[in-house]
């Protein structure tokens, strides 16, 4: 399996993992933008938010809560921080395994660059 993220969920790549159910993976991203960056993932693959079928809809809804859940755990909930689903080039995605950004920590401006 060629796919980065599928290798970090079948376990083929180390990641730092923070939170994994039957569906969904979250872990943390190498390369951090804030004091907090993590990914949430479906653990089937989906390449971009282009790829989303109707019957995707509850698998995607998950990752929401999923990031939420992480940010109350970390104590972010209250201050706040950032989800960002980048798509294709111009979005700025570079792996193409469907991801939510979840970042926080610090402040972050906008719009985005
Ligand atoms: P994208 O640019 O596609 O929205 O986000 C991909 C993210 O994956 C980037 O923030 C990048 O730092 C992260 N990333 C790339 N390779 C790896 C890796 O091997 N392990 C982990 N944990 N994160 C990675
Ligand atoms: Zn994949």
Do not use: S
Request: proline share 5%; aromatic share 6%.
């Amino acid at each position: 399996m060629a796919c980065l993220f599928c290798r970090i969920i079948n376990r083929e790549l180390p990641a730092g993992i923070v939170y994994e159910d039957d569906e969904v993976l979250a872990f943390e991203d190498t390369a951090p933008q804030a004091p907090t960056h993590l990914l949430v993932i479906p653990k089937r693959h989906i390449a971009t938010l282009n790829d989303l079928e109707a019957g995707d809809q509850a698998l995607m809804g998950r990752l929401p809560l999923v990031a939420a859940r992480l940010a109350k755990e970390r104590d972010l909930a209250e201050d706040g921080y950032r989800v960002v689903m980048n798509c294709n080039d111009d979005g700025g995605q570079t792996v193409y395994h469907i991801h939510m950004h979840l970042m926080g920590g610090r402040r972050f401006t906008w719009p985005a660059g």
